[in-house]
C-alpha cells in the first residue's frame, strides 16, 4: 500500500485513524479517503457526509526512508 507522499495525481487511497480511549469514550477507528491533487492532498471521511478537506503539501511528516529515495 503506498503512502499519501507516494501517490500519484488523482490517485486515492485509505486510511485508518484510531484515536484512543480517553475521558471516558471508547476507542474509535476513522477510515479516510486521500487523494492527491496539486498542491496538496484531499481528505474524505468515509462514511459520513462530511465535505472534503485541503491539505495543503509538506513534507514536515515524510519518513526518512521515503527522504532519502
Do not use: C
Not at 18 to 43: C, D, F, H, M, S
Amino acid at each position: 500500500m503506498k503512502t499519501v507522499y507516494e501517490l500519484d495525481l488523482h490517485e486515492s487511497t485509505v486510511v485508518k485513524t484510531e484515536i484512543p480511549e480517553y475521558e471516558n469514550r471508547l476507542k474509535q477507528i476513522l477510515y479516510y479517503r486521500v487523494t492527491r491533487v496539486a498542491g496538496g492532498w484531499l481528505y474524505k471521511k468515509i462514511g459520513v457526509d462530511f465535505p472534503e478537506v485541503f491539505v495543503p503539501y509538506t513534507d514536515e511528516f515524510k519518513s526518512r526512508r521515503e527522504a532519502d529515495m
